[in-house]
């Protein structure tokens, strides 16, 4: 029997990831006595229904947080720096899907499937989710690791314009809208776009190998990969090159990863033990629109590498606002009820 | 002084690579005393404008061959197959865009400023063009080469649907003008698209991580770039390893290479020798937007390998329909002329 969550509250309940959340709440009959949902300023007063309830949004910043035992974070990094601790000091157990806590020594970083032990030592209240293009490759990966040993990690990723948050999904939406994208074919200067805000460049029809912040030569979102694989996976000398690279998809992130190992891998063995993994599903053909919507992720194109002894390749798929952010959250509030 | 190109046949006119190669003949001022057009008999006579001129489009399958110089052919392997050796028994030098003789010992696989002196033995009269993908990888993969000795070759691609020719590009079309595609923002299944023809899944608001036909392993995309690498760069055993996926972009291949060298790579040394590179051009942000219509392959993104000694990484791209196929025939035409 799994515990109620007592009073629940989702914090960022009316953003994409809150959405999802409220939906997997409902879905998985999380069970819990009281639901609160909180927001910024602007949509506080609102209300959404769930399930007979209507319940109003609470302005994150002036709410009384007495009495709530889990709250499930999705309002970005340096909010939760803020409003984090707040909800911590008044007892409740948080579980954040920003980058803010993820490297905190003191913070674990959980995906259920990979390291669930991880959740129990979280001395601050505070246990984090990973990013989205990380947490994707994380339950093959540990399979590979756990099978043959993993020791050098190279993905290229297509990231979907839902992984930056609404606005993202707003910005390709209007650019797709252009009857005239198709002359996109022989001079991609025929259409003329208005300037892009949230992304560096257009993405309708295009490709932008640069997601998050520059950094030295790797960008933000390429570190939070090598880092927070390093963590889950408890292999802290483990080799990463990551190349991070958004695509005109709306949602669903996907991954081309080559994987070395210390053993040589046997693909058969593999695709056996993926099918088995909780979280997992072998297909044949892995994309975004195949996994939208799905609670696993999507592996496919499982081969060996030709250019290496002990290299296995392949592709996954995701929902990143799913197992992603919401689903991997949710996944990790059960465990703390089981 | 370069030699005119006498009688010129563009093989394959009415498409796509052949639209841009009537371009580029224009842009360049290729010199010819005559100019002719082929296609297949559905096309065969429409008429073409070419400068002051109206041209015939001719049916390859039945038209008069003899006093042809130079054929510059697209018209995909199978019927290159059948008409290329026609061509070249009436007396015409062949370059072929497809893949039907690339593996051929006996003809040449050019990249002019890579591999210009192997266009001067071609036995059988035909020279060969790279795929599209390989083609844009070359020119950086050869100064890297050059300055540090290339030892093993990954890459991921980003590939744009006119490289499966036009009907690709209808097809991606029609699906982008679809007023509910923003739905895919929560459910990929909320939006029902007419079942995909030409691509294996629906390429709207997806990436397919399958281009060509499934080998053993690896598809017959991923095997055209390790082979044609290896004939091109003259190492033949070059490790390679390639993922090949589709992207919703029109025109525009894009790749995310990691290279590993016999030497440590040096970042600024190979950004100062790209840049003094012919074809090349060294760019924050190298998308298929902005290198569409251009002549150069856009390299950016270069950086030491964090997860080898002597591993380094860039992002390239280039307009698959120029560099990619027509820009590159009338290259090998120009140095046959020269
Ligand atoms: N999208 C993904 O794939 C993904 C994956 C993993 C993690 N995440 C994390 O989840 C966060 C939310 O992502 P999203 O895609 O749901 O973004 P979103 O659709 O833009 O929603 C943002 C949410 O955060 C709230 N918010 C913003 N600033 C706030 C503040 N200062 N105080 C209180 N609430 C605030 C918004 O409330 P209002 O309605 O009041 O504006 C809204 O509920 C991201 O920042 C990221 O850290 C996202
Ligand atoms: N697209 C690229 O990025 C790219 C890059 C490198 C190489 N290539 C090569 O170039 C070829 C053409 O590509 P594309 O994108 O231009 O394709 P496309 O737009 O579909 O055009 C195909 C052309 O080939 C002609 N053709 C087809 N079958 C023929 C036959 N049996 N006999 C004579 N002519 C025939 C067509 O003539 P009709 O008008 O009579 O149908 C048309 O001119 C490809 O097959 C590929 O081998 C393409």
Not at 164 to 188: H, Y
Request: with cysteine; net charge neutral.
């Amino acid at each position: 029997m799994r515990r109620s969550a007592g009073t629940l509250a989702v914090v960022g309940a009316t953003g994409q990831v809150g959405t999802v959340m409220r939906q997997i709440i409902e879905e998985r009959k999380v069970p819990f006595e009281r639901l609160r949902f909180f927001a910024s300023s602007r949509s506080a007063g609102s209300t959404i229904n769930f399930g007979q309830q209507t319940i109003e949004v609470e302005d994150v910043d002036v709410a009384d947080l007495e009495g709530i035992d889990y709250a499930l974070f999705s309002i970005g990094a340096s909010a939760s720096r803020i409003y984090a601790p707040r909800f911590a000091a008044a007892g409740a157990t948080v579980i954040d899907n920003s980058s803010a806590y993820r490297m905190d020594s003191e913070v674990p970083l959980v995906v259920p499937e990979v390291n669930p032990g991880d959740a129990a030592r979280r001395p601050l209240g505070i246990i984090a989710n990973p990013n989205c293009t990380t947490m994707i490759a994380m339950p093959p990966l540990a399979v590979i690791d756990r099978l043959f040993g993993l020791e050098r990690v190279i993905v290229s990723t297509y990231q979907a314009a839902s992984g930056a948050g609404k606005a993202g999904v707003v910005e390709l939406d209007e650019q797709l809208r252009r009857p005239d994208l198709v002359r996109l074919t022989f001079d991609g200067a025929a259409v003329a776009f208005a300037p892009p805000q949230k992304f560096p460049a257009t993405l309708a029809g295009n490709v932008i190998p640069l997601a998050g912040e520059l950094r030295d030569g790797d960008t933000s979102e390429e570190e939070k990969f090598i880092n927070e694989s390093r963590k889950i996976l408890g292999l802290k000398d483990l080799k990463v090159h990551a190349t991070c690279v958004r695509v005109p998809v709306f949602t669903g992130h996907s991954i081309a990863v080559l994987a070395e190992c210390r053993d040589q891998p046997r693909v058969e063995r593999l695709v056996a033990e993926l099918d088995q993994q909780p979280g997992c599903k072998v297909v044949g053909l892995p994309t975004p629109l195949a996994c939208a919507g799905a609670d696993a992720v999507l592996v496919g194109r499982i081969r060996r590498d030709r250019s290496s002894a002990n290299g296995v390749a392949f592709f996954v798929a995701g929902d990143n606002l799913r197992k992603g952010a919401a689903l991997n959250a949710i996944q990790i509030l059960e465990l703390l009820l089981d």
